[in-house]
T-cell receptor, first 114, second 112 residues
């Protein structure tokens, strides 16, 4: 199946810092989604991207669909304590026409140091 | 609008027992997915339905796992008999046209 490499695996940051994470795939994707999971809850959709080069914001979050179609990036500006959680990328391969083409990365654990 | 509703939130059972997980998708959504999440393997797709019909169950680990969707508002995932290695968080998700997935809060399953 498709492989998604998400990095970094974990991040230890100070409150107020900016955060960057990314996902890369071995093949071309036509959809990228970013989710956040809080402890004891299911993943919640943050941003959806559908076009190469697309840049979309949701508050302090900004995500980009890489121009190569094989990667996506998520940035969080001025982090706050409630940003703590696990961030997942998910993508659908260009050749995948069905819902089963959605593949998830392993997640980036964001930890804010006091 | 209520989101995806899963029950129970937590299930503790003994090896060999039957386990049934339940899901109510978002009204109007035509796709329903069952995922399993573990530390080692992350989120794995087990099976998904479109308009109540199972489309792909290739992710179901063994014959001990079965899923049904008798109508548009209800689905079950059953494990019989359960084993300790089935311990994980099981998520149900629904979507419209298979695009953005909306997840439930999950069922934390512990098989002793």
């Amino acid at each position: 199946g498709q492989q998604l490499n998400q990095s970094p695996q974990s991040m230890f940051i100070q409150e107020g810092e900016d955060v960057s994470m990314n996902c890369t795939s071995s093949s071309i994707f036509n959809t990228w989604l970013w989710y956040k999971q809080d402890p004891g809850e299911g993943p919640v959709l943050l941003i959806a991207l559908y076009k190469a080069g697309e840049l979309t914001s949701n508050g302090r979050l900004t995500a980009q669909f890489g121009i190569t179609r094989k990667d996506s990036f998520l940035n969080i500006s001025a982090s706050i304590p409630s940003d703590v959680g696990i961030y997942f990328c998910a993508g659908r391969p260009y050749s995948g026409g069905g819902a089963d083409g959605l593949t998830f990365g392993k997640g980036t654990h964001l930890i804010i140091q006091p | 609008d209520a989101g995806v509703i899963q029950s129970p939130r937590h299930e503790v059972t003994e090896m060999g027992q039957e386990v049934t997980l339940r899901c109510k998708p978002i009204s109007g959504h035509d796709y329903l997915f069952w995922y399993r999440q573990t530390m080692m393997r992350g989120l794995e797709l087990l099976i998904y339905f479109n308009n109540n019909v199972p489309i792909d169950d290739s992710g179901m680990p063994e014959d001990r796992f079965s899923a049904k969707m008798p109508n548009a508002s209800f689905s079950t995932l059953k494990i019989q008999p359960s084993e300790p290695r089935d311990s994980a968080v099981y998520f149900c998700a629904s979507s419209l046209f298979g695009e953005k997935l909306f997840f439930g809060s999950g069922t934390q399953l512990s098989v002793l």
